[in-house]
């Protein structure tokens, strides 16, 4: 046996004893402080005498116990960011897929695993409403952004072979980061991504836009593409994607729809996500509201033929011999990856485990644990909302016995506390210029006594300034 190789019961030994500490992980989850009491130089230390030159063997195990300890615990009251809490089957089905090591490239280098994924996509696609479209998993939102304007510019202003030439995009005020990021990396630059103002809850206006793309036109200028938000990452609004959808129908502008917070929810709440069907792409992220282990994105769209155009581009080595539609597949062809990870394996068992009905009521949980937050912020005199509340996002602050002027100043400080009490643990958003205390329920452990728990932490903190 070579030094690399395990035995079977070797492995064995070692993945009972992993286990093992995950079941107690899971089992102590909701006890457990959320942020660890820890410093970055303690961190630092955990790894401070490098890499061994000579294995440890078992022994390598006894340091999983303080890299435990100072992780994060995604317990019910985790409510920072747009982060899923990690469904523990889908967990499993990671494992699986590591120990298999499938690079799904292409059908001919793992044949279960890319039928897998495209039957995963499909599937997702169809409870979505987005009837036809297929895909692929992404590492998250900000891949699956990239690549859909990569399709974009593709489609309306083909830069493969020459050099990308200039062109406009448009997109809400509120839009994410990773939209300027995947326009400078296109070569289109930041400054010809127009930034449409939004109405009074935070969506993007279709007149506003129409005006945009009209003065473009006027000045010259080729408007490429617009990016509707399905769920903005400060309070969750979702634009008006059926108005949108006109505007870039009358225009002939591909529409891609950002919804890597948002458009999950369309499996609980269909109604509130009409036109999603109408875009040319759609961006999700499993990893946030399927509650899958990081990581999990996933990349919809209407005609493959526009993702092979963007993406296509294979040297000898790895062209399939095959003509068959399965067993000649690559997603190296509708993708910018070549290497690719074995994402699909989670969510699929994840599903069958559950069932899409627990997910669904599992985000209508969450939707309903941030009106029952809302509320109780609106029934507590010396705390604020400061935005609707359309998903899941809850944005407040802390205002009794405070003048506007100070107001910012406090809650940053009052959310350092709050989150270093390590009961709750959440974000920040800035609204209007104000700066807000941010829960976000995307959690499948979290249950209306962590809601309840939410203002007495906010509440019990702002007493020890």
């Known amino acids: 046996m070579n030094s690399l190789e395990l035995s079977p019961e070797d492995f064995r030994r070692l993945a009972d004893r992993v286990s093992a500490m995950a079941e107690q992980w899971l089992a102590g989850l909701d006890s457990r402080r959320i942020a660890p009491a820890v410093t970055g130089a303690a961190t630092e230390s955990l790894f401070a005498e490098g890499l061994p030159e000579a294995g440890l063997k078992e022994a390598a195990l006894e340091a999983l116990a303080p890299v435990l300890e100072a992780a994060r615990a995604g317990n019910g009251r985790f409510l920072g960011y747009v982060l899923g809490s990690g469904e523990p089957v889908g967990a499993l089905g990671d494992f699986l897929a590591s120990v298999l090591n499938q690079n799904v490239t292409a059908w001919r280098s793992s044949p279960s695993a890319v039928s897998m994924e495209r039957a995963v996509v499909r599937g997702l696609a169809h409870a979505l409403g987005c009837h036809g479209f297929s895909g692929s998993l992404t590492g998250g939102g900000s891949a699956a952004n990239l690549m859909a304007l990569t399709m974009a510019r593709e489609a309306l202003a083909p830069a493969n072979e020459e050099g990308a030439s200039s062109g406009v995009l448009y997109a809400s005020a509120e839009v994410h980061m990773s939209i300027p990021k995947a326009v400078a990396l296109l070569g289109l630059g930041r400054r010809n991504l127009r930034l449409i103002p939004t109405d009074a809850e935070w969506r993007m206006r279709p007149e506003a836009l129409e005006q945009a793309i009209e003065e473009d036109l006027s000045a ?132 069958r485990y559950h069932g899409l009905g627990a997910f669904r009521d599992a985000i209508r949980r969450d939707l309903e644990h941030a009106q029952q937050l809302a509320e109780a912020v609106r029934a507590e005199p010396s705390l604020e909302l400061l935005a609707p509340v359309p998903l899941s996002a809850v944005c407040f602050r802390y205002v009794r016995d405070l003048p506007e002027s100070e107001r910012d100043a406090f809650n940053a400080r009052l959310l350092a506390r709050i989150n270093a009490r390590g009961r709750v643990y959440l974000s920040n958003a800035t609204l209007s210029g104000r700066y807000a205390l941010r829960a976000c329920f995307v959690n499948h452990r979290t249950t209306a006594e962590d809601v309840r728990t939410v203002v007495a932490e906010v509440l019990t903190a702002a007493k020890e300034r």
């Open 220 to 351: 010259g200028r080729r408007p490429l593409a617009i990016v509707a938000t399905a769920g903005t990452v400060n309070i969750g609004a979702v634009d008006p994607l059926p108005a949108i959808a006109e505007v870039a129908r009358r225009h002939k502008l591909w529409l891609h729809v950002d919804g890597a917070f948002g458009a999950f929810a369309a499996l609980a709440i269909p109604e509130r996500f009409e036109g999603l069907a109408r875009a040319d792409s759609v961006s999700m992220d499993a990893h946030k509201w399927l509650y899958q282990p990081v990581d999990c994105g996933v990349l919809l769209f209407r005609e493959a033929s526009a993702a092979r155009r963007a993406f296509s581009f294979s040297g000898d080595y790895v062209k399939a011999a095959s003509t068959d539609s399965v067993e000649g597949f690559a997603f190296f062809d509708e993708s910018m990856e070549l290497s690719r990870r074995y994402r699909a394996l989670k969510l699929w068992l994840s599903v």
